[in-house]
Nanobody, 127 residues
Framework: EVRLVESGGGLVQAGGSLRLTCEAS????????LGWFRQAPGKEREEVAC????????YVENSVRDRFRISIDNAKDTVHLEMGSLKPEDTGVYYC????????????????????WGQGTQVTVSL
């Protein structure tokens, strides 16, 4: 059974930090690109960051590039999203995804329902 389980979300004040973790199981982790996406209330899901061990590439969306970092632990089949200097506009549900897609200048190759997607973890940033 394929599973992607996100954790680490919560309520944080603006300027604070969170570290999200996605634990994967049920597929060959090293072969897949991993991504983080978020969806704010009333808005469409948007890409945040993605990484591919197979392609040796990573991408972080421009608006968060100086505050967020994606990292992958192939030994533990996990991918992290470290978020700093959080802003209220970072509020949303953050989803982890895995797919056999390239990662280059964007995470646009992740197209649900293709691939695997987690259930999401809520991040709320208050003023």
């Amino acid at each position: 059974e394929v599973r992607l389980v996100e954790s680490g979300g919560g309520l944080v004040q603006a300027g604070g930090s969170l570290r999200l973790t996605c634990e994967a199981s049920g597929f060959v982790f090293d072969d897949y690109a991993l991504g983080w996406f978020r969806q704010a209330p009333g808005k469409e899901r948007e890409e945040v960051a993605c990484v591919s061990s197979a392609y040796g590439s990573a991408y972080v969306e421009n608006s968060v590039r100086d505050r967020f970092r994606i990292s992958i632990d192939n030994a533990k089949d996990t991918v992290h999203l470290e978020m700093g200097s959080l802003k209220p506009e970072d509020t949303g549900v953050y989803y982890c995804a895995a797919d056999l897609v390239p990662v280059d200048s964007a995470c646009s190759a992740f197209i649900p329902p293709s691939g695997y997607w987690g259930q999401g973890t809520q991040v709320t940033v208050s003023l």
